[in-house]
């Protein structure tokens, strides 16, 4: 592993352990050359995936690409950064386990939307009027009643469940 502060090859691993959920090595890495320390994550990889954009354009699919866009849906929202990380591994499992190496980008938009739901409405709703494009405010308006209904029915089963 390459040094990030004086670009040496001569690392050494100082410490390995599992993260929080599992999904991946976190390693301690210390530079032989000038001294610094820095930490790198180790994640499998099944299989190379590709997206599949609009006009039909291919693109590496990336991870890291779903943690920006959830963290720029929930900026400012009291969600932690451990949770959305938690929400992109699930996204990249339930990918992985379609057994496909090729995606709709609009796949992978409804995968994310569903996750922001479950982890907090406003980013959710951030997220998809960027994502379906709203271009006025009825088309706004008309999602945020179909969140309502979603709300009103998920407090009414909840209700029902705890009587």
Do not use: W
Not at 114 to 130: F, P
């Amino acid at each position: 592993m390459r040094c990030p502060f004086c670009s040496s090859d001569e690392t050494q691993v100082k410490d390995s352990r599992p993260t929080d959920d599992s999904s991946s090595i976190r390693r301690r890495r210390g530079c032989s050359s000038c001294g610094g320390r820095f930490t790198t994550f180790e994640r499998i990889q099944l299989r190379d995936m590709v997206v599949i954009k609009s006009g039909e354009r291919r693109q590496p699919f990336s991870r890291d690409k779903i943690i920006r866009s959830m963290q720029v849906a929930l900026r400012k929202r009291p969600v932690e950064m451990d949770v959305i990380e938690k929400a992109a591994n699930g996204i990249v499992r339930q990918l992985e386990s379609e057994g496909e190496q090729e995606f709709e980008a609009a796949h992978i938009g409804d995968l994310v939307m569903k996750a922001l739901m479950n982890l907090d409405i406003v980013g959710y709703i951030r997220y998809t009027s960027v994502y379906k494009d709203f271009r006025n405010p009825d088309d706004f308006n008309a999602f945020l009643e179909e969140v309502r209904a979603v709300q009103e029915s998920q407090q009414a089963k909840q209700s029902v469940a705890a009587e």
